[in-house]
């Protein structure tokens, strides 16, 4: 009886401990603290060293549960990583998840062979473990703090953490048996990195691909379609590792593929997935807090200091601006990625590696580790938003989206059922417009369900759901928010060829004679872009009018203020592709075919 009680309390501590950890989010989003820095403490505070006074030295378990958990956190991340976004920066991501976490080791590893007195096998150790970064942090702080990032500097970061920790890994793995073996040679080690990278990656398509064939061709109960795509992502994670591939990148780009495709019930999986990452992080902070002794931290505070400062102000910033030369990123953009180089849970997992096969310096490995990790969270996370206004790479967001229903369709995969509550000026309201691509289909008025020719007008405080596709439906918010006032657009754009955005398509189609549909000619040149684009409006954005092509030149408010007319004459001939846009279109190309998206 006595070993069933110890049971029940270690499942009693253990979530309480986990339910401390999701309180105390609430109160670190209100101070605006790193959460993982929250998730630390409290495991700190609940070890042999602190006030709960709990004795755990369970490396194992610890690995254990952080393999599943980076899993399921590389997993979701694919999951949300829409293809179309990171197309274009997939090279200058997938050179700083590969050159540039081998550069940021390289650069920390003297100033740890000095600073702790290591030879140079064990000082790269040291770099390796702090080399990746921990991007899913840096959106998490970004978007509690009310920002949201230009669309490229986004992208990369999305792209750049999902694949610099399998490479991180795979140099800790390397290192690791070099140090216990005591010899390697370079050939050894770039078919170990060839091998783990193109078996991942097969795995992973391979996974993705079946996982999507099952969704759609099995019919699963109700409710049970997000518990299989977690546990056929960690399928996919365990298959990988068994096949010595590597499994952190099988599972990202089973991720990628699955979120990129047609399925059923993609929203509750979405749903799922985010509370089973959040739980993730939650408890692996919890564990790896848990391992920490203060006392022995006292011991490497110092020199890990050291190391700590050198890698955020001299070896990221290194790296990223070496990387990112070739790409057309300007120089606040490559700051702001620098000093993004937030550290998490993947560091100090990575250094629980040396423990777990009992190198003769594993916890020096284990507390310099924590120790970067939490004056990164401090310095690096709580000025987040502030580096990020200051260099001009994030727009502070002026109203939080609007609250979004999703529903499933049962039988088909096209479309979903959208719904929003109106509000009296959003976009929806004050003009009447709805992207081309979605249906009104029923409003709900004061509890009475109507359809859309019986609720006009629609008036604010109704509810109002749309047919739309599911790759589309985010692009609703935008008519659904509380609509900025536009600015003027500058005198000095304004020409023959530029026009403003509050012309309308009538006015365009009798000056330059042109046809334009009857129902679209009271409508502005700025409606017609917010119709018939599937996403926000962007600088460069451009629809068809008839034989002209309507540029957009600048955007206010959300919506396309001056218009750009490239006329049939214009048109000039497109100019050769460089070697490199070549190669970038040929790499996209073949990822399309591949993963068949």
Known sequence: MASLDSVSIAILLGAALVMAGILSSLLALRFGAPLLLVFLLIGMLAGDSGPGQLRFDDVRTTYLVGSVALALILFDGGLRTRFQSIRAVLVPSMALATIGVLLTAMITAPIARYA????WTEALLVGAVVASTDAAAVFLLVHAQGLRLRPRVGATLEAESGTNDPFAVFLTLM???????????AWHVALELGREGVLGAIVGVIGGRLVVLALNRVALPQGLHAPFVATAALVIFGGAQIAHASGFLAVYLAGIIIG??????????VTFLDAATWLAQIVMFVLLGLLVSPQRLLASIVPAVIVALVLMLVARPIAVFLCLAPFRFNWREKMFIAWTGLRGAVAIFLASIPMLVGLSKAYLYFDVAFVVVIISLLLQGWTLAAAARRLHVALPRAD?????????LPGQLEQQLVGYSVRSKSLFFRRGLVPS????????????????????????????????????????????VDMQPSSAPDPHLLGDFVVSGEITLGAIA???AIATAPEFASLTLADYFDVHLDHAPKEGATLELDSIVLVARSISGGRVNVVGLRLPEEEEEAAPLTRLASFKRKLSELWEQVAGI
């Open 175 to 185: 290192l690791v048996e070099l140090i216990s073996v005591g010899h390697s040679s």
């Open 116 to 119: 702790l007195d290591l030879n």
């Open 510 to 512: 009798n000056a330059y």
């Open 400 to 408: 939080r989206g609007p609250r979004r229903v999703e529903l499933d």
């Open 437 to 480: 691509w979605s249906k009104p289909t029923l409003v709900i008025r004061d509890q009475r369900i109507l359809s859309p020719a019986e609720a006009d007008p629609i008036a604010p405080g109704d509810y109002i759901y749309l047919l739309a596709p599911p790759e589309k439906a985010e692009a609703l918010d935008r008519f659904f």
């Open 260 to 269: 990129n495709r047609p399925t059923r019930a993609h929203n509750s999986v």
